[in-house]
């Protein structure tokens, strides 16, 4: 579905509040909010939040390492491996 076929008025959104949310929920699919014509925001369940939010921080996590490894911050697994084995000793 396309996000413009979900798009919603302020005074739908505070006229449908419980209905709107029952359907977001049970859709997960986000809803665009517009005041006086444009979009102002996007209303969206906890379940798709916390996704979104989980893939955030994976995408961070490899642009790190991408980072990490341009600047040759980069170990060999048999090094690595050895120095754990030696911390646990």
């Known amino acids: 579905m396309r996000?413009?076929?979900r798009?919603?008025?302020?005074?739908?959104?505070?006229?449908?509040?419980?209905e709107l949310l029952r359907?977001?929920?049970e859709s997960q699919?986000?809803?665009v909010i517009t005041q006086n014509g444009e979009a102002r925001a996007v209303l969206i369940d906890?379940?798709?939040?916390?996704?979104?939010?989980?893939?955030?921080?994976l995408l961070?996590?490899?642009?790190l390492a991408e980072r990490q490894i341009g600047e040759g911050m980069v170990e060999a697994?048999?090094?690595?491996i050895a120095a754990y084995q030696e911390d646990l000793s």
């Not at 798009?7 to 419980?18: G, M, W």
């Not at 697994?77 to 690595?80: F, G, L, P, Q, S």
Request: avoid cysteine; charged fraction near 25%.
């Open 3 to 5: 996000l413009t076929d």
């Open 7 to 18: 798009v919603r008025s302020i005074s739908y959104v505070k006229a449908h509040a419980a």
């Open 23 to 25: 359907d977001i929920v």
């Open 29 to 31: 699919e986000p809803v």
């Open 46 to 57: 906890v379940a798709t939040y916390d996704q979104l939010h989980e893939t955030a921080a």
């Open 60 to 63: 961070k996590l490899v642009s």
């Open 77 to 80: 697994v048999e090094d690595a």
